[in-house]
């Protein structure tokens, strides 16, 4: 039977549930903040991304979207290079350190001294450690502590967030 407290239960989760629900799609399409790219040494307008960056590439890097699973070719580069940011072209990972962690993403267990920042990331009410370009801020992927030795850590990328250097 329904009464009024069940009632006034129910209306009070719908709305939160609502309300969790916008929070979430408006944070995925929030881009990086201005005062957030001010802390970083390159920096452009929301437009001048815009003409830079393919469409994929501005999904990840500047609104820290994530690309499908196994659809970037960088998951099978295996030749000895660096690969860099897609956005401002710094060295951030080396061919040394990328393994295969069956995700269908690149993963490496290290990127290059200095060349990554580190931020907690909510967006999935769960805390992950974000990882980002240390130069412009564009978002590469995340951080798990999933990954083979040495290190133990596992650099989940965004191929599109890279461009490969061949040696």
């Known amino acids: 039977m329904t009464n009024r407290r069940n009632l006034l239960l129910t209306g009070v989760a719908a709305i939160g549930a609502t309300g969790t629900a916008a929070w979430l799609v ?3 399409n929030e881009p990086v903040s201005a005062s957030s790219e001010a802390r970083f040494e390159l920096t ?4 001048e991304w815009r003409a830079l960056l393919t469409p994929a590439q501005y999904s990840v890097l500047r609104r820290e979207g994530t690309e499908r699973a196994f659809s970037s070719p960088l998951d099978r580069e295996k030749r000895a290079g660096l ?3 897609a956005g401002c072209d710094l060295p951030v ?5 990328k393994y295969d962690s069956r995700t269908g993403w690149p993963s490496f267990w290290a990127s290059l001294d200095g060349a990554v920042g580190t931020k907690t990331d909510r967006k999935l009410l769960l805390a992950r450690t974000e990882v980002h370009c240390r130069r ?3 978002h590469l992927g995340h951080v798990f502590d999933d990954g083979p030795p040495p290190t133990g850590k596992r650099h989940c990328l965004n191929g599109v967030a890279l461009k490969f250097v061949a040696a």
């Open 83 to 85: 690969f860099h940011c």
């Open 44 to 47: 452009r307008t929301d437009a």
């Open 26 to 28: 408006a944070s995925l």
């Open 93 to 97: 990972y080396s061919s040394e350190t």
């Open 136 to 138: 412009c801020g564009g």
